[in-house]
Structure formats: structure tokens, C-alpha cells
């Protein structure tokens, strides 16, 4: 097993390198001209403006020697300084955001992790106990019931679901609004007495002990929270289901029926604990559909994080914001599945072995 | 693990002697695989169902004229009429001022009541017609899914059995591309890339089609690639290689035959997903200009209504139903495609 490991641990930055080529190629797709003007702030584009933008960036250099410069950073003509290098942390200049991309990352990156955080709680217990009963219930209501939410889940476009919520509990129920705070909450927010520990509201909320604002930004993220994970819920649910179902028809479960334990004990200490070992290995994908998701519900809930920035800047061509979120869901997406495999081959001696 | 040592559903009913006639039948002209495939199809209430949707989407997306007839005869029948362009959507029932469709089909009067057209289910800001949208929506969607379904397979079934086939490093090079491409969401990568191209390709459905393809590819080549790994060392195959058989031939003749089954499981989910993923695109405001019969691209019209979303409830219903049941039908037929080819699953229900 440690060989696996050391090969993937040797295989993951060739996959980094990988990553970042295509990142790059993508961008490569727009001529010099067309990305010059990502450079040049204010208007009108001179032909003059233009050019110089493309020599003090060799935009015009080949994709090796741009690629590099992109890395690293490039030596400015005119000052003699060092610009961009994404290994720098220089990720450029946002052009939606009107800020530098890491300073954007840093402020909007909170707000998403805590949204996806919050997410998981339903999509790990909802997800995995009626998946459970479903399959020690088989074919009956409940399992039926089961399948038809799943079914119904991974069919409904994160956009129209989210829109629809909208619908019902805030437009027409006024519950649940949008957006992170109430006025008068946000307001304060902005103010001197609130202080901004890690930007995600209900921890700072707590720490500044405000909890009629803890509880406001929970009552924000109800809609938000339910739109996000009710698409992963419903493949945990799938998978819980068929993972129980395969676990049920194994001879140990028999043969521990066969010594007289009762159903309980077969199911707590035999079944479940073999059935849950691939629903672990789904985290990646739970992963990757929490960040295809965010990008719809932060735009629709109008919530301030990555994924509306990533939206917003797709919509108007705010390359250097696209590049920076591509690379962190990538590096992020990387990183969890190589967990995953390891974790994987840790937990199951089957595949240790094999 | 044989279905007789199975404590909990007993094995499979014997079949009796006319359902024997049936398959046998079926079995000749297709071959047993492929008649096990279409009797678990058309015998499972839930696949039945999932058919029936795709197959009222094709009526309708055939039916387009005569259900919604474009104004004129020239019209280009991807734009959705406008009438006007005013800012406010209209609700159902308004009354169609200009370019309302050129005729009155046999059907609209006796079952609207109307003499002349309305906008059966609204208009969204702009005063595009909701119901002219979701009809031809349909073509839409179909023509989406053919193409980018088609394409990512082909590739990924070229690159996939590639790599199967020859192994060593040309398996290793291949496998590490793929994983490459994997390492974005699969929507996250489609944005960008299709962000990307439309200032280059101008707004068409070309764009988003194209970005989904490139990220879409990789789930058929690591599908294939096991599949062509597994076959590839029976002795059918090694027997038509000893008689001389060139690669290819083995590839199209012997080995993918017998791996295409699990690929046509993810074909039938994708035909769906990859349409949620266009519409999700479009509703973003990526692909497609405005006024494209296209669902998400009707839906994103609600983006300037959050607020009011009650009293525009028609822009999201229509083409958010249409999508869903779209999305169900394909679903519910690769669920149950999924179900029939697991080994795990044979004379289980």
C-alpha cells in the first residue's frame, strides 16, 4: 500500500503541471489583442495602449515562454520589477471584483467554505440514514419513496430548484430571504463595533456574541443550504441504498444471522460498517458538485462568495478571476480525491490487497 | 455470491412457455444480450415511464409547427417571436399584439377557447412567448444532447479503447490526459472554456456545446478503457488475432461489441445531464443570445425578478417543468439500463 501512495503522492504534481497547461491553453484561446484589453483599465483601447500592453506582458511570446512567465513572473521592461507569477500568489488583477485576485480569494473564499460546511450537514445525515433505511426496507414505501426523491434530485437543474425555493418560501411565504443578513443586521456588520474574525457569519456572530445576527444569518442560509445539497444528497442517498443492498447479501451477514444475533446487531456491526466504506469514496464527487453548485446558488441567493465572482466573471470575460478559481477547484478537487483513494485503501483491506 | 445462497429475494420465477417463445424471437434477430436489454426495458414501470417522456419530447419537438407555429414562413424557428419590448413580462393569457404566429392550428381554438392567439403561458421581459420557447425548446434540447453526447462518446471511446488496447505507455500518457481533464468540475471547466469561446465564436449554441464536449469525453475513455481491459484477454479475442486479424478489426469487430453495454448506460444519463449542464450555462448567460429557444435561457429571464418571483412565477414553471421531466425521463432510463446490465443485479428485481 505505501507504494500506492508514494506513486500517487509522485504522480500529483505532474497532474498540477497538467492542470495549469490546460488552464493556461484555455486562455491562449484569445489572441494578444483580445487579451491586452484585459490589461488596460480605463477606455478608450488605443492601438498604442494596446501594443504596449502586449511588450510589457509578451503576449505575443511563445506559449512556453508565457506559460513560464505566468508561473514565475516576467521582468517589467520599464521599472525592472517582477510582475504576475501565479507562484508568487500574483494571480492579477480582477476586473469584476476591482480588486487583486488574492485579495478576492481571501475575502470571498470564507463566505463559500462556510456555505458548503453548513451544506454537508444535511447531505451526510439526510443522504446516508434514508439511503439506510431504504435498503433495510426494500421495495417497501419508504425505499420507493427513497428513489424517487434520488431520481428526482440528480433531474432537477440546480437553477430551476433554487429558483423554486425562492418561489415558494420567500415570494410567496416571505420565511426565508435572500441574500446573507438583513438590512439593519448588515448594516451593523459593516460598522466599527462588529469585528470580522474569519468572515463567515455565524462563527463571527458567536464570537462577537451577537446572536440575533447568528440566528439572521442562519435563517439567510436555509434556502441557499437546501438548494446546495439536495443534489448531493441525493447520490449519497443512491449510493447508501446499493452499497446496504450489496452489504445484505453477503455471507457473513448470513452467517451472523445463522449464530441467532439479533437483526440489530447484524446490521450495526456487520452491515453498516462494510456499507459505508464506498459512500466514503464518493466525497470527491460530493466535492466537485458542491463547486459546480455554489457557482449557481451564489448567483441565484445572491450570496457574496467564490462562486457568484466565478459567474460574474465568466459573464464579462474577467479572465484572470476565471484562472484563479479554475486553479483553486482544481488544486482543491485534486487534493480531495487523492485523500479519498488513500483513505480508501486504508479502510478496505480488499483493496489494500488486491 | 450465486442467487442460491441469496437469503433475501429467491430466484428468478421460470418463465413461462409463451414469454419463452417472445424471447427466443427477440433473441434471434438481436442476440441474447441486447434481447435481455430491451425485454428489462420495456418490462420495468419505471424505464416504461422514462420512454414515454423522451418519446413525447420527440412528438413535440416534431410537432413544433403545428403546436407553435413560427409568424411567417421564413422565420428562423431557433428565435422566439417578440411582441414588443417592453420590459414587463405579461401573464398568461395576454392578448398576442405583434408578430403573433401566421396560422391557427386545428387544435388551438377548441382547446384554449380563443379565436386569436395569446401568450398561452406568458411572456418574460422583452416579451419574448414562454409557450413558443418551451415547444421549440425542445428541438433544442434533443439537438444538444445528440451532438454533444455523440461527439464526447466517439472521442472518449476512440481515446478509451486506445489505451485499453495497446497499454504500457501509450495507456499511462492517455490515462494521465484524462486526468487532467477530471481535475475540474465538470461545470467549472465548461463555464470557463465556454466564456472563453464566445467572444471568439459569437453567441450560438456552438460555444457551450463545444466546452461541454471537451470536459464530457473523459467519463467514456476510463469506462472503455476498463471495459476493453477486461475483454480484451478472452480467448475469442486471442483466437481472432491468431487468425490474423489486424487491430482494428479486432477493436470494432471482437472487443468493443462486448464493452459498449456499460457505455450505453452512461450515454442515456448524459443525454439528460449534459442538457441540465447547457441550460445551466445559458441561464448563467453563457452560450446562446437572448431570445434562443432555449430553456435555461427563458428561465434566466427570472434572474432581473428575484424579488417578485411570485408574481413571475411563469417564466421559472414552464421551462423548469420541461427540463425536469426531461431530465426524469433520461433518468429513469439509464437507472433502469444500469440495473439490468449489473451482473450483481441478474433475476434480481
Known sequence: MTAYIIRRLLILPLIMVGVSMLIFAMMQILGPVERSALYIRDFPKTQGQIDAVIRRYGLDDPFFKQYWSWLVGREDPETGNTIGGILRGDLGFSRTGREPVIDLLKRRLPITIELALVSMVPIITIGVWLGMQAALHHNKPIDQFARIFAILGYSFPTFVFGLLVLLIFYAKLGWFPPGRLSTQFALEVGRGGFTNYTNMLTIDSIMNRRFDIFLDALRHMVLPVITLSYLSWALLLKVTRSSMLEALRQDYVTTARAKGLSERVVTNRHVRKNALIPVATIAGTTVASLLNGVVITETIFNIPGLGSAAAAAALSLDVMTMLAYALFTAVLFVSVNLLVDIMYAVLDPRVRLG | ?349
Do not use: C
Open chain 2, 1 to 349: 455470491m450465486t442467487a442460491s445462497t441469496n437469503p433475501i429475494s429467491p430466484v428468478a420465477i421460470p418463465l413461462d412457455d409463451q414469454n419463452l417463445e417472445e424471447q427466443r424471437w427477440l433473441e434471434r434477430l438481436v442476440g441474447p444480450e441486447w434481447a435481455r436489454l430491451i425485454k428489462g426495458v420495456l418490462t420495468n414501470p419505471l424505464s416504461i415511464s422514462g420512454l414515454v417522456i423522451i418519446l413525447g419530447f420527440i412528438l413535440v419537438a416534431t410537432f413544433a409547427p403545428v403546436l407553435a407555429p413560427p409568424p411567417d414562413a421564413n422565420w428562423d424557428t431557433t428565435l422566439i417571436p417578440r411582441d414588443g419590448f417592453g420590459p414587463e413580462p405579461k401573464p398568461p393569457g395576454a392578448a398576442w399584439r405583434k408578430s403573433a404566429p401566421g396560422t391557427i392550428p386545428f387544435w388551438y381554438t377548441p382547446l384554449t377557447g380563443h379565436e386569436e392567439w395569446v401568450h398561452l403561458w406568458g411572456t418574460t421581459s422583452g416579451q419574448y412567448d414562454i409557450y413558443y420557447g418551451v415547444i421549440w425548446g425542445s428541438r433544442t434540447a434533443l439537438t444538444i444532447g445528440g451532438i454533444v453526447v455523440l461527439s464526447s462518446a466517439l472521442i472518449g471511446i476512440i481515446i478509451g479503447a486506445t489505451a485499453g488496447f495497446y497499454g504500457g505507455w501509450v495507456d499511462e500518457i492517455l490515462m494521465r490526459v484524462v486526468e487532467i481533464f477530471i481535475a475540474f468540475p465538470f461545470l467549472v471547466g465548461a463555464l470557463i472554456l465556454a466564456s472563453i469561446l464566445v467572444p471568439i465564436m459569437g453567441r450560438s449554441i456552438w460555444p457551450a456545446s463545444i466546452a461541454l464536449i471537451v470536459f464530457g469525453w473523459t467519463g467514456y475513455a476510463r469506462l472503455l478503457r476498463g471495459d476493453i481491459l477486461a475483454t480484451k484477454e478472452r480467448d475469442y479475442v486471442q483466437a481472432a488475432r491468431a487468425a490474423g486479424a489486424t487491430d482494428l478489426h479486432l477493436i470494432v469487430r471482437h472487443i468493443l461489441p462486448n464493452a459498449i453495454f456499460p457505455t450505453l448506460v452512461v450515454l442515456s444519463l448524459d443525454m439528460g445531464a449534459i442538457v441540465l449542464s447547457f441550460a445551466a450555462l445559458s441561464f448563467l448567460g453563457i452560450g446562446v443570445q437572448e431570445g434562443y429557444t432555449d430553456w435555461g435561457q427563458i428561465v434566466s429571464f427570472a434572474r432581473s425578478f428575484i424579488l417578485s418571483l411570485d408574481q413571475y412565477w411563469y417564466i421559472i414553471v414552464y421551462p423548469g417543468m420541461a427540463l425536469l421531466l426531461y431530465g426524469l425521463g433520461w433518468n429513469l432510463v439509464g437507472d433502469a439500463l444500469r440495473d439490468i446490465l449489473d451482473p450483481k443485479m441478474r433475476g434480481k428485481r
